[in-house]
């Protein structure tokens, strides 16, 4: 590059081949312009630590938000109980919280004082909800989850005989379902001893809670351990009273209502209350609950198992 000097001993050339006038006024001209292009490269000096800096906080930044540092919302980082993976990909490690062990969109069991209702039974559709019956046991569809991986699925039941929307005419002795297409396998919930099935709905595998259908409940000596198998619960949610999420107490819970729950009879309704059994593998059971009794597959009386529920609150 030429320099000012350089620029201004060819003047008296360049004003000769231009018709330039070589006077002082055309010196100060240039002097000026080689001014302003040292000021621009001076300028942009002082600017790359400025950048480098930046982007130094930036890493920074972005470091802090991977690893979850930095100031946040306490309400936005309420952690769930059990963790977040499809359901039966395993438990969680010994030592560490427990956190949600089921896919996106199901439902998770939160610290909450006062929790409010949910249901996560599929609604009903033309009169009878979505079930499948197996030799006169009935299951019915959970909303949550809306998947399940292949380590949940234990010992095949057969395939579905006869698709209709009357499975209470269903012949005995059949697999019968007005949501499983006819041909579809159901899958046993390992470990489940058959409160739970799965089958194929749309292409996705759900999952089936033990319920009574058509003033069907228990069948020969059954009784609510054989229907509702929650020796693995780790939570429980009491819509309008509040959440147990120490995992030794819900235990304790789920025993006294195994050992004196009474059944009173084999039908039952929905209500505006429920209770919410978050298990080790990542599922979720659920009972209806009117006072003091609870329904599922069957209506149960139970008042022990509500005075220790407040206590346990305490």
């Not at 057969?158 to 899958?187: F, H, M, R």
């Not at 509040?242 to 006294?256: C, S």
């Not at 209500?271 to 609870?294: H, P, Y």
Request: hydrophobic residues 40%; charged residues 20%; aromatic residues 4%.
């Amino acid at each position: 590059m030429r320099s000012v000097e350089d620029r201004l001993k060819a003047l008296p050339q360049m004003a000769e081949s231009t018709g330039l006038q070589a006077n002082e006024a055309l010196k100060r001209k240039i002097m000026r312009a080689a001014g302003e292009k040292k000021e621009e490269r001076s300028s942009l000096r002082r600017l790359v630590p400025v950048l480098c800096c930046a982007m130094a906080v930036l890493i920074c930044v972005g470091a802090l938000s991977f690893n979850g540092g930095g100031a946040q919302d306490p309400a936005a980082t309420q952690v769930p109980l059990i963790d977040s993976m499809p359901a039966g990909s395993g438990g969680a490690v010994p030592g560490e919280q427990l956190a949600l062990d089921v896919p996106q969109g199901s439902i998770t069991i939160r610290r909450s004082s006062n929790p409010s209702y949910r249901s996560i039974w599929a609604k009903a559709n033309g009169g009878n909800f979505p079930l499948i019956g197996v030799n006169g046991r009935y299951y019915r569809m959970l909303t949550n989850p809306t998947g399940v991986t292949n380590a949940l699925l234990g010992t095949s039941l057969g395939t579905v005989d006869q698709y209709t929307s009357e499975p209470a005419l269903a012949a005995k002795g059949s697999i019968c379902s007005n949501v499983v297409s006819a041909g579809e396998t159901v899958w046993a919930i390992a470990g489940m001893n058959g409160a739970m099935v799965a089958a194929k709905v749309d292409g996705a595998i759900r999952v089936f809670q033990r319920v009574s259908f058509g003033d069907h409940a228990l069948v020969g000596g059954e009784k609510l351990r054989d229907t509702l198998k929650a020796d693995s619960v780790v939570a429980l949610e009491l819509s309008g009273v509040g959440t147990v999420n120490d995992a030794g107490k819900a235990r304790e819970l789920m025993n006294i209502l195994m050992k004196n729950a009474s059944f009173l009879r084999a039908g039952g309704s929905e209500t505006n209350q429920s209770l919410l059994i978050q298990l080790s593998n990542g599922l979720v059971l659920q009972m209806a609950v009117n006072g003091e009794r609870l329904i599922a597959c069957g209506t149960w009386a139970c008042p022990e198992f509500f005075d220790a529920f407040q206590e346990a609150l305490q």
